[in-house]
């Protein structure tokens, strides 16, 4: 029999990313959309055109314990991917309460609903390096101590948490990764490295004159998005549940991605970068950095794209679209 997977998130970066990757193994692979997504096919499965017939797409909503109940109850998955999350660090800081609602209470409903009605599901939570914040050591690795600067970073610590105490008194197979940032051509139009890689490509056809940004001298680990989904999987298909730190170990600031970026296609990102002060956070994560050392000797997990394949990937990927697209 087919194994199944449930993916909450599906419609994101990662939960695209994933579905193929599970669909290439064989797995039945279902997909938790909220229903204004599922009603709205033509926008909100652009990452998913390709493969939605093979998919099992289920209406539903993770701020519903009801709803999170039935999902898991009518499919029973091996395995769980809650990918699921309000992912954008700047909107949390503007809406603090749905995100901490989404983002603790998904976790924690699913949780429930496995212990309660499918203990045999494995569960994987999307934790973030953004949990690290304030780092207090460098680099990070699983035993660093948390520091989180945003709702977003608390909201997956209290995620991380919830998933160690249910696998701990209750013995369920429940683990987080402590994922740093990964990008792609699915990268969301409003994290920093697609806003850049679009309007690199809209400068180059003439569609915009500038580009406005906040801290360019935060850095971050940045990998690729297909990379790291291969990482989740590998977590629930080992013996035992534990948590991984996922990152390349090389971190560049914002205004280095920019560089590259712009230098691709032969411009000087300093003739149209311009820093905006409105665009800095309330309080910023300055600098992140991974240790993934345990994932390399565990999972025999290791990263094929580094900063320089990622940064091609995007800009040419962006470029395709602007000129297709027109915009
Ligand atoms: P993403 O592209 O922003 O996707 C987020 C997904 O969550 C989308 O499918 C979205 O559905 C869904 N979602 C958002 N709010 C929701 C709500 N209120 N109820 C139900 N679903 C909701 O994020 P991603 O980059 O793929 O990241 C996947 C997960 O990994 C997230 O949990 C994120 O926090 C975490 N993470 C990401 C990174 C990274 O660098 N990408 C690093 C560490 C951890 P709609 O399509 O309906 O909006
Ligand atoms: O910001 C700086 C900004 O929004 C990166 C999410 O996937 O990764 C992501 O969170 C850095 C920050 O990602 C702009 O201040 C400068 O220092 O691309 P970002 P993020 O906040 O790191 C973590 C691991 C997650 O878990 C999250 O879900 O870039 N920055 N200027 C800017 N950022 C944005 N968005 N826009 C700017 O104009």
Redesign the pocket.
Known sequence: MKKKALI????????SYLAEFLLKKGYSVHGM??R??AEDESH?FWRLRHIKKSLNIHAG???SYASVINIVTKIKPNEIYH??????IDYAFKDEFSTIN?NIN?THFLLSAIKEFSPKTKFYF????EMFGKVREVPQNEKTPFYPRSVYGIS?VAGFDLTRNYREAYKLFCCSGI?????SPRR?FEFVTRKITHAVARIKFGLQKDLQLGNIDAKRDWGH?KDYVEAMWLMLNRKKPEDYVISTGKHYTVRDFAKLAFKLVDLDYKKFVKVEKKLYRPSEVESLLGNCSKAKRELKWKPKYDFKKLVEDMVKADLEFVEKEGY
Do not use: M, W
């Open positions: 909450t998130g599906i419609t994101g970066q990662d939960g959309v909220r204004v997504a909100r909503s993770l701020e990918l699921g999350a309000q992912s954008y989404t998904g999307a934790g973030s390096s997956k994922l740093f940032n990964h990008e969301g998005a």
